[in-house]
């Protein structure tokens, strides 16, 4: 069955993937608010369009179909019920003080077409637009508390579409997110999954009602038989235990699950922050965690009854005997220098897209992990990153495959 999904590998050639352009919603961030809404500064909106612009353009030059996340939630729409379904269910998950504050917002909403509705869920709500509305006095004095300025919380880490779902072979998976702010980032996944006539049919892997977190940057396709999750900060063991029963399964193609165990902090808050695939025998890595990283190898044995076993030994000798190779090659980030490792890494240098086996796209600003993947024979595609890079992301979590060439 058609699914519109084919993801089997991290590295084969890139046909069509799924940006989100950034939009208003960075505009909404307040110092005030930065960590909870899980940004360091505040990037400058025209700025970061023109990078991401840039970004898009790249993959476009690459042959790559660039496909946005607003036209498939809007095509997710396919009836006035289905659009009520998304605004009371966006209502549900909007953290709103009171009735009186729900029904200000849907009727603003409910003046909108489908795309501007959108495009608002997504950027949040001023309490000051409300104020904007007709209707009644009353309903715009009680509930929204004095002094917070938002209705409804903006959604600025929406560009990082690697995360809230995840492609697999031909299914998804989409996530329940370790915070709040980007669990409701979730909710347009369940949408196109359900709803969209290109991508309803695709095979579910995770759900976001599950009960334990799983986030997308955890998880990276290294072959059509083995996937890797990190275990993070972000992603919990129990989601893996249910993500790998299920794609073990049901997939058809999938053998084993590499479970890596990584430190939990902010700057490694997933798997694809510190370690990435650019070719079929290469890998980029943050230095730092190598000896902290241990692996546990995840494979269903008799009965469907999961087996697990943790390896030993160097990173490279377990990708090489999990994947069948005969050597591997890690780059790491900052060519080794304490300094340039944990700067770079901190701008997502070891965060890279690969586009085809042995071409990725980069940073420009992590010039010296840049210059190792040259020198590894790796063709980089670099993009201007001053203002995309703030919110702690890079070219992988700014993108989600959609499908690739088998690799
Ligand atoms: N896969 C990724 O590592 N995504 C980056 C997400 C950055 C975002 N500000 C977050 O903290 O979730």
Known sequence: METGIHNTSEIGRLRKVLLHRPGQELENLMPEYLERLLFDDIPYLKEAQAEHDAFAQCLRDA??????????????????????????????????????????????????????????????????????????LSDHLSGLEEGYPFAVDPMPNLYFTRDPFATIGTGVSIHKMHTVTRNRETLFGRFIFEHNPWYQNAPRWYDRSASSSLEGGDILVLSPQVLAVGISQRTEGDSIDQLAQTVLSQSKTFQK??????????????????????DRDKFTVHPNILSDITVFVMELGENQ???????????????????????????????????????????????????????????????????????????IHAIPSAELSRGRGGPRCMSMPLIRDDP
């Open 63 to 136: 042959g790559v179909e660039v496909v946005y996340l607003i036209d498939l939630v809007v095509n997710s729409l396919t009836s006035p019920e289905v659009r009520q379904e998304l605004v009371t269910q966006f209502l549900k998950e909007a953290d709103l003080p009171d009735e009186a504050a729900g029904k200000a917002v849907a009727e603003y909403l409910s003046e909108l077409d489908d795309r501007a509705m959108v495009s608002a869920m997504m950027a949040g709500i001023r309490r000051s637009d409300l104020r904007k509305q007709g209707g009644r």
């Open 257 to 278: 699950v590499l479970a890596f165990n990584i430190p939990k902090s902010r700057s490694f808050m997933h798997l694809d922050t510190v370690f990435t695939m650019v």
């Open 305 to 379: 009854q999961m087996q697990i076993r943790q390896e030993t030994g160097r990173l490279e000798d377990i990708l090489k005997e999990h994947l069948g190779l005969s050597q591997v090659t890690l780059i790491p980030c900052g060519q080794g220098s304490v300094i340039d490792a944990a700067r770079e890494q901190w701008s997502d240098g070891s965060n890279t897209l690969a586009i085809a086996p042995g071409e990725v796209v980069v940073y420009t600003r992590n010039h010296v992990t840049n210059r190792s993947l040259e020198e590894a024979g790796i063709r």
